[in-house]
């Protein structure tokens, strides 16, 4: 499995991850989608932090009127715009589907943070630390550098945010700055003090890899072939102001998957519509549908429905739902993470009396290839069962031994 790998002992922002990426080997180019669409550019330079040569990224804001330009990092240059309006400008963008689910998942986080520090809406938030031009140009950016390198999974190291206090807009305020404070409460990775006085981590970083990250303590097993430093703005004395990122090759079993989960409680719904959710739910983009009997108020039974999806898909599952069982609330969860198997499909032949019949088989393996898991499919092999007279179960015992002998290891 292809792995990156940050090393946080000197905080993130987004300007190091840009560099850090481009210095590991992401292509320039990934970034045309960004700069042909909100006239700005990527000004890449090198630099040496603490004896560590380091690449260096400006964003660069054009003005079409007087070609007079802003350095977004420097100036914090850009509207306060809300969180609504950042999701219509990324939606704009001409970017790779897994992409602008990325760059929408981080902004939701980085937009959620600052709903709960300053008690607003998600949509009305105003994003007050960041200019949005230049958030918009290193979240949608660092996400254009991860597809281009084709990594399997992100990590980092536990992630230091400084020390001391931190200027913004609302006043003086001590490092990590709230939203950051926000972000690394919902984040696989956890937090460190120092190893300086002033702040390291900054809320666009602290979003990025609070959704792209797994954290570990320590570096994983890599058999590296490439290492990247991006810079930071200061020159902190004896210490280099550098976000390391190492990418190789590194087993590391099962992936790890982004999902919200959607619950609603209803008491009057007919088991027909119930049955039906499965397909109903997976049509509008469910992962998983889970129906479970429960007691409600005033001791009446009734049933919880339980929905894993994409947090990109769950307005949409939502609203299916609510069409579909009538209910009058969906709960939403906060975004997690689940563990997931890669999984494809095989097709077994079987030759049973004078015929030939086929049935699908899913096979689940780690992210090592090891296979654990060989299922035949229900429907097929029942369908199988009724025009041969066979047992399902001798169906499908069949089909997945058939598999099986083609299968080069399966977990014991």
């Known amino acids: 499995m292809k792995t990156l790998a940050f090393d946080g002992r000197m905080g993130a922002s987004g300007d190091m991850l840009l560099g850090a990426l481009l210095a590991a080997g ?74 602008e689910r990325d760059a929408l998942a981080v902004f939701r986080r980085l937009g959620g943070a600052e709903a709960s520090v300053h008690g607003t809406d998600l949509d009305d938030t105003h994003f007050h630390e960041v200019g949005a031009d230049d958030a918009v140009a290193d979240v949608v950016g660092t996400c254009l550098l991860l597809d281009d390198l084709g990594v399997d999974r992100v990590v980092t190291t536990p992630v230091s945010v400084g020390g001391g206090t931190v200027e913004m807009s609302h006043g003086t305020y001590p490092v990590p700055a709230p939203a950051v404070a926000e972000l690394a409460a919902d984040a696989d990775w956890s937090l460190r003090g120092g190893p300086v006085e002033r702040e390291l981590l900054t809320p666009t970083g602290a979003a990025l890899l609070a959704e792209l990250a797994d954290g570990v303590e320590r570096l994983p ?13 200061a020159d902190v004395p004896d ?32 088991p027909e519509v119930l049955g039906s959710l499965q397909e109903t739910l997976a049509d509008a983009g469910a992962r998983d549908v889970s129906i479970v009997p429960t007691t409600m108020k005033k001791s009446r039974p009734g049933h919880l429905i339980k929905v ?9 599952v939502a609203r299916r739902l609510a069409e579909e069982t009538g209910t009058l609330g969906v709960r939403e969860g906060s975004a997690g993470h689940r563990w997931v198997a890669d999984r494809w499909f095989e097709t077994a032949t079987l030759e049973i009396a004078d015929g030939t019949h ?29 025009e041969t007279g066979l047992p399902v179960r001798e169906v499908i015992r069949r089909a997945e031994a058939a598999v099986a002998e083609d299968v080069d290891s399966v977990a014991e």
């Open 308 to 316: 894993v999806v994409d947090p990109s898909d769950a307005h949409a």
């Open 26 to 99: 992401a292509d320039p180019a990934a970034l045309d989608p960004v700069t042909d669409a909100l006239g700005v550019r990527y000004v890449v330079g090198s630099t040496t932090k603490a004896g560590i040569a380091a690449t260096t990224v400006d964003v660069v804001i054009d003005d079409a009127e007087d070609h007079s330009h802003d350095h977004a990092h420097a100036e914090g240059h850009g509207p306060n715009r809300t969180y609504a309006e950042v999701v219509a400008l990324v939606e704009g963008l001409d970017l790779p589907s897994e992409v």
């Open 221 to 233: 097993p890599l058999d590296a072939d490439a290492v990247g430093y991006g810079a930071g703005d």
């Open 358 to 386: 086929e049935i699908r088989v899913k096979i689940g393996s780690d992210a090592d290839g090891v296979v654990y898991d060989v299922s035949a499919e229900y429907d097929d092999a029942l369908a199988v069962a009724r």
């Open 239 to 270: 210490h280099p102001n550098v976000l390391r990122v190492l990418v190789g090759d590194g087993g590391d079993g099962l992936r790890r998957e982004s999902i919200s989960v959607l619950e609603t409680a209803v008491d009057d719904v007919a």
